[in-house]
């Protein structure tokens, strides 16, 4: 049974950090694109980053240079360094695995989700 249970979440200033981390289970992890998304309150789904099997890292223009995205195909978790956090990266964040070596930030491409982890930024 796929498994992806994230943790992390919470509430900071702005210009504070996160960590958001995604433990998953069920399926072959070090094979598999791994994406994180985030949704706010009346609106869609969004690609926040995504990693492939070697490396590769693709992110939102909102969170270039703010957002690292890392993983370890030895072992779990997935993890999502937030920086220099805003008021408008307040929203539900979800981690999801691909059934692919590479990525596409697409919430349509991704096989598996997790339950997601709210994040909330004060100004």
């Known amino acids: 049974q796929v498994q992806l249970v994230e943790s992390g979440g919470g509430s900071a200033q702005a210009g504070g950090s996160l960590r958001l981390s995604c433990a998953a289970s069920?399926?072959?992890?070090?094979?598999?694109?791994m994406g994180w998304f985030r949704q706010a309150a009346g609106k869609e789904r969004e690609g926040v980053a995504s990693?492939?099997?070697?490396?590769?890292?693709d992110y939102a223009d909102s969170v270039k240079g703010r957002f690292t995205i890392s993983r370890d195909n030895a072992k779990n978790p997935l993890y999502l360094q937030m920086n220099s956090l805003k008021p408008e990266d307040t929203a539900m964040y979800y981690c999801?695995?691909?059934?692919?070596?590479?990525?596409?930030?697409?919430?349509?491409?991704?096989?598996?989700w997790g339950q997601g982890t709210q994040v909330t930024i004060s100004s």
């Open positions: 990693i492939d099997t070697r490396g590769n890292r």
């Open positions: 069920g399926y072959p992890y070090s094979t598999y694109c």
């Open positions: 999801a695995a691909r059934g692919r070596w590479w990525c596409l930030l697409r919430t349509d491409e991704y096989n598996y």
